[in-house]
């Protein structure tokens, strides 16, 4: 019995200095991956189509939630349908310079999730890990033509508001294989998000107001998203980067009308791809509490 109290303390102190366990969890199934953190819902990850007469729409994020609860994300809206929460890609998916799919509108091409992973760090953060295949429909076959790996990492909460890290990268398994924007002028793909009410949206990046054109805008490596500081919009700031193969992103698709924003890569040059040789997409969403006016 002497020695109760030194073990008692003991036990205390290693109590406290092991690492909290991680708020952020998730619920996976087959249809969807659900991301919470402390019970309240983050994101939701579509493994698999609703709709089979669109067999491509899967592989993106819908909803993405403020802190607060808000929904801040559309998907499918009645003005382009084909847009879809957050999610990434490309018009023009060309085998041999040859189109071989669309992408953007889901058309000849599909993804097979194979697995999904949910690992929390010691951080408090969690990382989701989804593992899929590339399936273009050509002369009535499935040809498969790249794998993608895409690491989803939910950061806790820091000063009420949230970061989320993308990395994605898609390995041809062919030769030949080249991914493009769209084939005009905008030269629009890649990775994007639909926004709620993009019609009011405000846009800034490196600590200046920027201008929505029909075409790309050069600016930073970073745009941050705001909506009026009125009832009825969301009290939030949303800020996105984004890289390819290590490099910032520096042109930008944005819309203050009914439609997405993109980080434009690679623009409406298709960039060729090597088999083997993976394209590593990364991108950071920040979810801030709007300033007070």
């Known amino acids: 019995m002497r020695h109760s109290r030194p073990l008692l303390a003991l036990a205390c102190a290693l109590a406290f200095a092991l ?122 076959e499935l040809v498969y033509v790249a794998s993608e790996t895409t690491k989803i990492t939910v950061h806790p909460l820091d000063k009420g508001g949230r970061t989320l890290d993308f990395d994605t990268a898609i390995t041809p398994k062919v030769d030949g294989l080249s991914l493009g924007g769209s084939d005009d002028a905008k030269g629009y793909g890649g990775f994007s998000i639909r926004l709620v009410r993009p019609d009011q949206l405000t846009f800034a990046s490196q600590g200046k107001v920027v201008q929505p054109q029909v075409g790309q805008v050069s ?48 623009g409406r040059v298709p960039v060729q791809l090597t088999k083997g040789q993976p394209l590593r997409l990364q991108a950071a969403i920040v979810i801030q509490p709007r300033k007070a006016p």
Not at 31 to 43: A, C, F, N, S, Y
Not at 59 to 88: C, K, M, S
Not at 244 to 259: C, D, F, M, V
């Open 19 to 140: 690492p909290a366990q991680a708020a952020v969890d998730a619920k996976l199934s087959p249809d969807q991956v659900t991301i919470t953190d402390d019970g309240k819902p983050v994101l939701v990850y579509r493994a698999r189509t609703a709709d089979p007469a669109q067999p491509g729409r899967l592989n993106y994020i819908h909803p993405l939630y403020a802190p607060d609860g808000t929904a801040l994300t559309e998907d499918g809206p009645a003005d382009h349908p084909h847009q879809r929460g957050v999610f990434w890609a490309w018009h023009q998916v060309k085998l041999n310079g040859q189109p071989a799919a669309d992408g953007w509108f889901m058309t000849g091409l599909t993804y097979f999730v194979k697995g999904q992973k949910f690992q929390g760090q010691t951080d408090g953060s969690g990382v989701l890990t989804v593992d899929l295949d590339w399936m273009v429909s050509k002369d009535g």
């Open 219 to 266: 600016a930073g490596s970073s745009m941050g998203f705001t909506w009026p500081a009125s009832a009825g919009y969301p009290a939030w700031a949303v800020g996105l980067a984004c890289k390819a193969n290590g490099q910032p992103i520096t042109q930008w698709i944005l819309r203050r009308e009914l439609s997405m924003q993109n980080c434009a890569f690679p």
